[in-house]
Each structure stands twice: as C-alpha cells, then as structure tokens.
T-cell receptor
Framework: DADVTQTPRNRITKTGKRIMLECSQTKGHDRMYWYRQDPGLGLQLIYYSFDVKDINKGEISDGYSVSRQAQAKFSLSLESAIPNQTALYFC?????????????FGPGTRLLVL | RKEVEQDPGPFNVPEGATVAFNCTYSNSASQSFFWYRQDCRKEPKLLMSVYSSGNEDGRFTAQLNRASQYISLLIRDSKLSDSATYLCVVNGNTGFQKLVFGTGTRLLVSP
C-alpha cells in the first residue's frame, strides 16, 4: 500500500462548486503540504501544516482552505472553484529535521474546473 | 528572476550517453539542495540530495557550487528508464523547509 494517498485521483467540476481533495499518510510524519503544479511552472505551495494545531498559508493560498483532521489527514478545499484552479494537486509529507528534511509526495489529483 | 532556473530541454540522448543538467538559484541563504525525478503525470520522487562536497549515487553525480549558485546533475551511461523530468529543488530559507521547485528539465533517452 502507498504511504501517501490522495482522493480523488481525477475530478471534473463546474465553476462555483465546492470540492474537497483528501490526503492520508501512513508514514507517521507531522509535516504535511499541499502543492499545485501547472504546465511550465514549478510546484507552488498552497498550505502547509507542522502538526494538527499548526496550519500556515503558502505562496498561493487565495481561494483555498485546509483542514488537518488528524496527524495522518490533511484536506484541501476549494470553496468556489474557478477555471484557473485547473491543475495537478499534490500532497506531501516530510521527514527529517532542519535542512535535510525529505518530502514524500502522494500520486496527485488531477482537477479540471469547467 | 526566478528563484530556481532550469533549462526546460528536452535533452535527447542515445542510450549509454552521458548528460548533464545545470540549475541556478537566486537565494544565497539557501542551505539544502535536491534533485527530484518526475515521470509523466506522476508525483515527484527524491533522486538525491546535493551536498557541498558533491555526491555520487551509482550513475548519478550531483555537484554544488555555492559561489556561483548553481547545482548540477550528471547522469552516466543513460538508460531508457532515465527518461523523465528532473526537478532542481532548493530550500528558500533556513529552518522551515520551504522548498522552491524549478520547472524541470526533460530528458529523453532513445535506443
């Protein structure tokens, strides 16, 4: 079984709809991240969480919200989806300390907003 | 200027060739450097960390030049399975591991 899972893997939705992307991990890591990837751009950080009570905005958090329900679960919500949120979304967890932290990515969720 | 810049490629090489990628970064305070590999439509996976003294893992060698702020990845004896996009990744600040990802360099290894 995969250590970091994401559901759904693919999603098509309409403008204005609320959707939730879920991420679960069995690695026991405290740190979790949400990124989006667009063609021709590097991964961009949306939100990150160091533990259940610690949630922080990344560089492109507008239009998104998150929930850290447990150490193992970190959900990303689009309250009112818009077409430019069409992208590939990755969840990641992190291990290690300081500057040698390693991030492990889930398989991604491909989202299309019509 | 982008924080991390890479030549997007693609680099087309035959099997057995040696190929090198470079990456430049703008934040002189960066402390950690990595190469990730990403296959088409898949998640990035850590290929190797890059240490100041340079490091090697089998056919892969990574080098760091802090003075010039660039990182390199050398792949020897290329295999078909090396075809992928290689992401240069730098941590933006000390302490918190905010990773900054390059857009990637695409490698195509042909028979």
């Amino acid at each position: 079984d995969a250590d970091v899972t994401q559901t759904p893997r693919n999603r098509i939705t309409k403008t204005g709809k609320r959707i939730m992307l879920e991420c679960s991990q069995t690695k026991g890591h405290d740190r979790m991240y949400w990124y989006r990837q667009d063609p021709g751009l590097g991964l961009q950080l949306i939100y990150y969480s160091f533990d259940v009570k610690d949630i922080n905005k990344g560089e492109i958090s507008d239009g998104y919200s998150v929930s850290r329900q447990a150490q193992a679960k970190f959900s990303l919500s689009l309250e009112s989806a818009i077409p430019n949120q069409t992208a590939l979304y990755f969840c990641a967890t992190a291990a290690g300390t300081g500057n040698q932290e390693t991030q492990y990515f889930g398989p991604g969720t491909r989202l299309l907003v019509l | 200027r982008k924080e991390v810049e890479q030549d997007p490629g693609p680099f087309n090489v035959p099997e057995g060739a040696t190929v090198a990628f470079n990456c430049t970064y703008s934040n002189s305070a960066s402390q950690s450097f990595f190469w990730y590999r990403q296959d088409c439509r898949k998640e990035p996976k850590l290929l190797m960390s890059v240490y100041s003294s340079g490091n090697e893992d089998g056919r892969f060698t990574a080098q760091l030049n802090r003075a010039s702020q660039y990182i390199s990845l050398l792949i020897r004896d290329s295999k078909l399975s090396d075809s992928a996009t290689y992401l240069c990744v730098v941590n933006g600040n000390t302490g918190f591991q905010k990773l900054v990802f390059g857009t990637g360099t695409r490698l195509l290894v042909s028979p």
